[in-house]
């Protein structure tokens, strides 16, 4: 089986989802940003205050091409993966990548007291939230070969829903 590619904005449950898919799977599990995180040897904030968001986007480029190549492997990636064409292209022709779409409004919900994610600390949080939407739903759009509406339910029902899509399109045997 091809790697299967979470993608969507902050705070949609890609980690999450995607470690309880591949423990479902019994495949390994890589989220990009831990990644980066351990290569760098500080949080992607810092990184970012530091460096700037093109040094970060060149980096996640590159571990995004690495970790996209294993097959067999569940990768959740950073919310803004999908923003450098060369990304789309290596996440869509590596994997069945699927878009974990959430409103702004839920996403903004689940992140209020969030303070470790670089783009959300903001004198309005709610209104990047919406920003981020409009710029990159459509990114995620043309790299997804499944969408995903999170809405609320629970992570084994979301992960119960990626599978009924993979087996639908015959990506994984009737379970």
Not at 30 to 50: A, L
Not at 69 to 86: F, Q, S
Request: hydrophobic share 40%; glycine share 8%.
């Amino acid at each position: 089986m091809r790697s299967l590619v979470l993608v969507g904005l902050p705070g949609s449950g890609k980690s999450t989802v995607g470690r309880s898919l591949a423990r479902r799977l019994q495949l390994p599990f890589h989220d990009s940003d831990h990644e980066i995180e351990r290569r760098i040897g500080c949080s992607i904030r810092e990184f970012f205050e530091r460096e700037g968001e093109a040094s970060f986007r060149d980096l996640e480029q590159q571990v995004l091409a690495e970790l996209a190549g294993a097959p067999d492997t569940v990768l959740a990636t950073g919310g803004g993966a999908v923003l450098r064409d060369a990304n789309r292209q290596v996440l869509h022709s590596a994997g069945h990548v699927i878009y974990l779409r959430s409103s702004p409004e839920e996403l903004w919900r689940r992140l209020r007291h969030d303070t470790q994610r670089p783009l959300l600390q903001v004198a309005d949080p709610l209104a990047r939230l919406r920003q981020l939407h409009a710029d990159r739903d459509p990114l995620y759009r043309e790299v997804a070969h499944f969408t995903i509406e999170t809405g609320r339910p629970s992570v084994p029902t979301l992960v119960n829903m990626v599978l009924m899509q993979l087996e639908l399109a015959g990506v994984l045997p009737a379970g």
